[in-house]
């Protein structure tokens, strides 16, 4: 069992930056591919990028490549999502993910544990 909890959100004016964190309790955090993905009001979830396990491969979602970068530290259980340049269509909930595979994926049904989210509100 894993369980995940994520920190670091907030509002932000248009421009600014904010650092996400997920912290992982559980087993073999350092095996399995972490993900961030982020809800907005009235719409889908949706992938934002996902780091392999040992964080050699990285993946973005084209609306935040440039101005994200994801990365982990394996001896602290805990991936972060640093946002840089953030825009008003970046509001939304943002949740980490969990897969039991080294590699990650842009597809939400991959993965297999869940944290509880945290809002990230950016003002214009």
């Known amino acids: 069992q894993v369980q995940l909890v994520e920190s670091g959100g907030g509002l932000v004016q248009a421009g600014g930056s904010l650092r996400l964190s997920c912290a992982a309790s559980?087993?073999?955090?350092?095996?399995?591919?972490m993900g961030w993905f982020r809800q907005a009001p009235g719409k889908e979830r949706e992938f934002v990028s996902t780091?392999?396990?040992?964080?050699?491969?990285?993946n973005y979602a084209d609306s935040v490549k440039g101005r994200f970068t994801i990365s982990r530290d394996n001896a602290k259980n805990t991936a972060y999502l640093q946002m840089n340049g953030l825009k008003p269509e970046d509001t939304a909930v943002y949740y980490c993910?969990?897969?039991?595979?080294?590699?990650?994926?842009?597809?939400?049904?991959?993965?297999?544990?869940w944290g509880q989210g945290t809002q990230v509100t950016v003002s214009s």
């Open positions: 993910a969990a897969r039991s595979f080294s590699i990650g994926s842009v597809r939400s049904g991959d993965y297999d544990y």
């Open positions: 559980g087993r073999a955090f350092s095996s399995r591919a």
């Open positions: 780091i392999s396990s040992l964080g050699g491969y990285t």
